[in-house]
């Protein structure tokens, strides 16, 4: 969002213009006599080929299933040419057995557990520690919806899915990035990556 520079009337419109959004801000008298403001906000489509899914990669395997417990494994995402404006991150995977407490279908938490760290607009954010199941849904996806575990016979699937407020940006210029470190014993699971999803600026 644009921010205003200069000093505004307040019994005008005024319409603030952003790179994503258009705003525009009324003063009005209501029936009591108290004057309000009213904003209304647009966000402008992007064209469906500017969208992207990525995985975060190491080598250029985005398998997280490895063994970072002596020396943890980093796989990151990064822009590379354009800004990127991120909407959602996620887990996802399949395990023979998944239970809750305990991590997917090993027979113990992890030790260390997995990372995840954001650099936006060259600050950092790192996610608490993800060391059993439960911490996919109560420290990662936070939204209780945003987790889904589907029991089925053979591997059981699930999603854990964070979905920000408001979309982030990744700026090429100030290299930040996506990260997820393995810091256990991880190749026993069956099949486990982590999405970044969002739009080219």
């Not at 209501?30 to 209304?40: A, I, K, P, S, T």
């Not at 023979?96 to 954001?118: H, K, M, S, T």
């Not at 591997?155 to 210029?173: I, S």
């Not at 393995?182 to 999803?197: A, C, G, K, M, T």
């Amino acid at each position: 969002m644009a921010d205003i520079v200069d000093d505004k009337q307040a019994s005008g419109t005024q319409r603030i213009v952003g790179r994503d959004e258009s705003f525009a801000a009324d003063v009005f008298q209501g029936d009591d006599g108290v004057n309000r403001l009213q904003v209304e906000a647009q966000t402008s489509p992007l064209p469906l080929g500017k969208g992207f899914a990525k995985n975060v990669l190491h080598n250029g395997s985005p398998s997280l299933n490895v063994d970072g417990s002596s020396t943890p494994v980093e796989f990151t995402f990064s822009p590379t040419t354009e800004d990127m404006l991120v909407s959602r991150l996620s887990f996802y995977g399949r395990d023979n057995g998944v239970e809750y407490g305990r991590f997917l279908a090993l027979y113990w938490p992890l030790n260390n557990g997995l990372v995840v760290e954001i650099q936006s607009e060259g600050v950092v954010y790192q996610f608490k520690s993800i060391k059993t199941t439960d911490d996919f849904r109560n420290k990662f996806s936070i939204i209780p919806s945003d987790f889904v575990l589907d029991k089925i016979s053979g591997d059981d699937a699930f999603t854990a899915a964070f979905n920000p407020r408001a979309p982030f940006y990744l700026r090429q210029a100030l290299g930040d990035y996506v990260k997820v470190t393995v810091q256990d014993d991880l190749h026993r699971v069956n099949y486990l990556e982590f999405l970044v999803v969002g739009a080219v600026q």
